[in-house]
Each structure stands twice: as C-alpha cells, then as structure tokens.
C-alpha cells in the first residue's frame, strides 16, 4: 500500500513540475510555441508523421552511437557519445517545445473561459494523467503527442513568417 501512495504522490509531483516547466517554457519561447500550435492546430498529421519519421531516424542513431561507444575505448568512446548526447538534446527540444505547443492547443480547447496561465496548468495535469492511463495512455497516446510535438516544432522551424 505505501508503494502505491509513494507512486502516486510522485505522480502528483511530476505533474505539478511540468505546469511549471510548462509555463515557463510558453513564456520565454513565446513566439516559437505560438508557430508550434498554429502547426497542431492545422496539421496535425503531417506533423505526426513528420515527429515520426524524424524521432525513429535520430532514435536510431543515438542508440547505435551509444552502443558502439560502449564498446571502444577511451577516446573514441568520447568522440562516439557526444554526438549521441547532443541528438538526444536537440530532440528532447523539439519535444519540448511540440509538448508546450500541445498543452496550449488542448487548454484552448478544453478551457477557454480562464486566464491563459491557468488553461496551461489544468491541460498539463489533464494531459498528464490522460498519459498516465495504463495502456491506452502510454501506447497510444503519449507517443501521438510526443510525435506531433516533435514534428510541429521541426515544421515550425521551417515555416516562413506571414
């Protein structure tokens, strides 16, 4: 029984921690997550697909330079896991920026009758016990909106100013 208490009340701390990374992230970034959600909002396929393709791509790359400087020696094992660590930031980025875009959309939705700071937080605690479900939320939908963050953040990148 603590097990469960002390799972759930790490939950609830994760929860609260990402509304506050959350905001903070919408406020200095403002303009790039604004491009981000005008991109959910319209293509959500597109940037699904695109997250995707460019998740598994880089992914693979990452573990293969990863598991090949497992094996080399001091050197080569530094030259090896630097470009790996540096992948796995750029993408952790994107998703940063994708999960923050998303978290708008899905407050703009849910919630538009309150103040854009409160619309944040209650959409990233819906967010994340929505993901949090067994199965259905970590199968399903947390990789759907990890690849749509991902990939509209990268078409945000590449979308010209109107």
Do not use: H
Not at 6 to 31: C, D, E, H, K, Q
Not at 57 to 84: D, R, Y
């Amino acid at each position: 029984m603590t097990d469960i208490l002390r799972i759930f009340f790490i939950v609830i701390l994760l929860t609260i921690t990402l509304a506050a990374y959350f905001l903070v992230i919408g406020a200095l970034f403002a303009s790039r997550v604004t491009k981000t959600q005008s991109i959910i909002n319209q293509t959500a396929g597109r940037a699904f697909g695109l997250g995707l393709i460019n998740f598994l791509f880089f992914g693979v790359i990452a573990l293969v330079l990863l598991s090949v400087a497992e094996n080399a020696g001091g050197f080569v094992k530094g030259i090896l896991t630097i470009p790996a660590l540096l992948i796995l930031a750029f993408l952790s980025v994107l998703l940063s920026l994708g999960l923050t875009g998303m978290v708008n959309v899905l407050g703009e939705r849910l919630f538009s009758d309150l103040p854009t700071w409160k619309r944040n937080i209650w959409s990233t605690v819906i967010l994340c016990f929505a993901c949090a479900l067994p199965f259905v939320g970590w199968f399903l939908l947390l990789p759907y909106v990890g690849f749509v963050g991902i990939g509209a953040s990268i078409l945000g990148f590449f979308q010209r100013n109107s």
